[in-house]
Each structure stands twice: as structure tokens, then as C-alpha cells.
């Protein structure tokens, strides 16, 4: 079982940057896209990012379009979601999961491996 790890959550301050990372326990990430999720409180977990497993395909939430950017470093086998110019909004736990597939894809059930998460709290 693919396990994920989640990691560079924490406080910051409106228009503040945070790197998150995701990594897997004992298996390489290499074959699997991996889409980024976030779930503020009493809301719906949505999808903010995903990236395929060359890196050469990216797709991006429309809130987050222009300041967050997905990448992936296939050596370390880590996936990363820069995120610029933070807004009180995009305060919540953030997920990786995995699907093992090339490209990304619209079906949230498609993800059959999910990290643990990682708060992002954008506050004054």
C-alpha cells in the first residue's frame, strides 16, 4: 500500500509563500500522477492541483491558477505545490494522493492513495 506523507504546512501571513511537499514510505512516486486536495472547515474537499507522472502535464484550480505552481523532482521522488501570494481563503489541510495512471484525472475516486495531510493557515 502506497503511503504518502505530506509536509511545509504551517502560519502565514496574507500574500506569504509556502512549499509543500509529498513523498511516499518505501515506494517511488514516479508511476503515479499525483493531484494536490485541500478541505477548509465545514467545507467540501476540492481539488487544487495535479501533475502527471513526467511532469509534463499540470492542471490547476481556477482559485489558485497564477499563484501556485506544481512540480515534480523524479530523483527524489517528491511532488511540490509552491504557493505565492497566500490568501485568508486558502487556509486548510492540504492532501496529496496518488493515482496510478500517466495523466491526471477529474475522479476524486480515482486517487487510491492519500497522505495524512498538512495545515496551511493563512492569518494576520
Known amino acids: 500500500q502506497l503511503q504518502l506523507v505530506e509536509s511545509g504546512g504551517g502560519l502565514v501571513q496574507p500574500g506569504g509563500s509556502l512549499r509543500l511537499s509529498c513523498a511516499a514510505s518505501g515506494f517511488t512516486l514516479n508511476y503515479y500522477a499525483i493531484g494536490w486536495f485541500r478541505q477548509a472547515p465545514g467545507k467540501e474537499r476540492e481539488g487544487v492541483s495535479c501533475i502527471s507522472t513526467n511532469g509534463g502535464s499540470t492542471n490547476y484550480a481556477d482559485s489558485v491558477t497564477g499563484r501556485f505552481t506544481i512540480s515534480r523532482d523524479r530523483a527524489k521522488s517528491t511532488v511540490y505545490l509552491q504557493m505565492n501570494s497566500l490568501k485568508p481563503e486558502d487556509t486548510a489541510v492540504y492532501y496529496c494522493?496518488?493515482?496510478?495512471?500517466?495523466?491526471?484525472?477529474?475522479?476524486?475516486?480515482?486517487?487510491?492513495?492519500w497522505g495524512q495531510g498538512t495545515q496551511v493557515t493563512v492569518s494576520s
Open positions: 494522493a496518488a493515482v496510478p495512471r500517466h495523466f491526471c484525472t477529474q475522479t476524486e475516486a480515482d486517487f487510491s492513495s
